[in-house]
């Protein structure tokens, strides 16, 4: 009896072990499939990055398969080059996905989801280039865009400004700038400046699956923007 009973146990242990196997077996499947339609998709928007980094959460993956239903997919893509505004990191979060498991095992499926969030980290050097503030650096403060920089007559400015989204667009609207030179052309100067910086708005380039610019903060390693959209194809 106590054989037997342990004969049992061995096979349930063994039975435990091949599904655990099929079913990480069959996430990596399906994060391949993925990675590869997402490549080709930025491909056809003519956007470079390195190879996609496919993460299917949840688990046991297979139970997600038969319902044919993904809470969650994650996809990174590394060193993103759209245009004059590189991308170092965009994180892609794709909630409720849906996909057809026989399709998918036909390689003829489409990955469609609910919804799609990215978030990433503009470098306040592409940020100068693409919003055209020639001479000027600009930092974050978490709250304010610190700018600073040193123009001929005026001297060395120094400055904030708001930075918001409207209308899909990055906006940078001063708040305040000084220059070590006080003097009356200098004065000029600064108020040209002021001018230049009252209205600056400049588009993202176009981001994989569509996602459109919905939030932005001028954090200390860079400007953080958030993007989302939904009812978007992930892979197909």
Known sequence: MRRSVNI??????????????????????????????????LTQ?????SPPEVTITGYPFLTQVLRGNYDEIHVDLRDVKAERL???????????VRADAQDMLNGTGKVIATKIDGTATLSYT????????KDMTLSGDGTNLRISGNVPVAGVLNGAAEVTVVDGKVRIKVKELTASNLA??????????????AAVTFSLPP????????????ALGGLDVSMTTSEVELAG
Do not use: C, W
């Not at 499939?33 to 998709?41: C, K």
């Not at 928007?45 to 990055?49: H, V």
């Not at 009356?184 to 910086?197: C, E, F, G, H, V």
């Open 86 to 96: 590189p991308i170092p990191l965009l994180r892609v979060r794709a909630h409720d």
């Open 8 to 41: 049992t146990a061995v096979i349930l242990l063994v039975v435990v072990v091949l599904l655990a196997v099929a079913d990480r077996v069959g996430a990596h499947y399906a994060e391949t499939f993925i990675a590869e339609r997402v490549s080709a998709q």
């Open 126 to 133: 592409s940020l100068v280039e693409a919003s055209g503030l």
């Open 207 to 218: 981001m994989p699956f569509n996602l459109k610019l919905v939030d932005v903060r001028p």
């Open 184 to 197: 009356a052309p200098a004065q000029q100067l600064i108020n040209q400046y002021k001018d230049r910086l």
């Open 45 to 49: 928007r003519q956007i470079q990055s």
